[in-house]
């Protein structure tokens, strides 16, 4: 059973360009929640998915930034017109729940690089 | 709204002995669970113990251990008989109980070093 995949692991992308990183979840797995970690910093909660819901969307910049968890695919972080602060490390996590004894699996990580 | 906080941004132990790492945090609920992290340079986030709010009984997991003390919001992770490999950055997480979303709240992490 593969564990959370993510991809790219690193990605470099200049001022105003487009970012995309991609998760997969665990086989299973229908909770899909994204984090971001800045330089010295723990992992910020972002956004929260469900197979085609965005279930709480509230650390996630309003603008620029957006996120999908279609029915068949991975799920997408999308950052567009990315500026010099959104460099960080993106993680994605997958669960099969909520509850508390719902293990969050995390993937490796994409780091994102704005030059 | 919960926060975390770890008040020790670094931590150095000598193999083979025993390190404390600190961890309080804030919430008016209670129903709740604790968890730490450890993330190795690799960056993967790899879950050490994990402590549900209802139960008296501290968490171990082999070397690991938690001192859980719920009134005072506190929730310190030991580590007995360091290796090399525990060289990481720690991290506490918390986690709403019933109703919740399932995300997590970090605190800033711990960067422990291990000395041969």
């Known amino acids: 059973n593969a564990g959370v995949m993510q991809n790219p692991r690193h990605l470099v992308r200049r001022r105003g360009q487009e970012a995309r990183l991609r998760c997969s979840p665990m086989?299973?797995?229908?909770?899909v929640y994204w984090y971001r970690q800045l330089p010295e910093e723990g992992l910020k909660f972002m956004v929260y998915?469900?197979?085609?819901?965005?279930?709480?969307e509230s650390g996630m910049p309003k603008e620029r930034f957006s996120a999908e968890f279609p029915k068949e695919g991975p799920s997408i972080l999308r950052i567009q017109q990315v500026v010099r602060g959104d460099s960080a490390a993106y993680f994605c996590?997958?669960?099969?729940?909520?509850?508390?004894?719902?293990?969050?699996?995390f993937g490796q990580g994409t780091r994102l690089t704005v030059v | 709204a919960q926060t975390v906080t770890q008040s020790q941004p670094e931590m150095s132990v000598q193999e083979a002995e025993t390190v404390t790492l600190s961890c309080t945090y804030d919430?008016?609920?209670?129903?709740?669970?604790l968890f730490w992290y450890k993330q190795p340079p690799s960056r993967q986030m790899i879950l050490v113990i994990r402590?549900?709010?209802?139960?008296?009984q501290n968490a171990t997991e082999n070397r690991f251990s938690v001192n859980f003390q719920k009134a005072a919001k506190s929730f310190s992770l030991k580590i007995s008989d360091s290796q090399l490999g525990d060289a990481a950055m720690y991290f506490c997480?918390?986690?709403?109980?019933?109703?919740?979303?399932?995300?997590?709240?970090f605190g800033k992490g711990t960067k422990l070093s291990v000395k041969p």
């Open positions: 996590a997958s669960s099969g729940g909520t509850g508390g004894r719902s293990e969050a699996f």
């Open positions: 086989k299973g797995h229908s909770h």
């Open positions: 998915l469900q197979k085609e819901n965005i279930i709480d």
């Open positions: 919430t008016s609920e209670s129903d709740y669970y």
């Open positions: 402590q549900e709010a209802y139960k008296q």
């Open positions: 997480a918390y986690k709403r109980g019933g109703g919740s979303q399932g995300n997590l709240i």
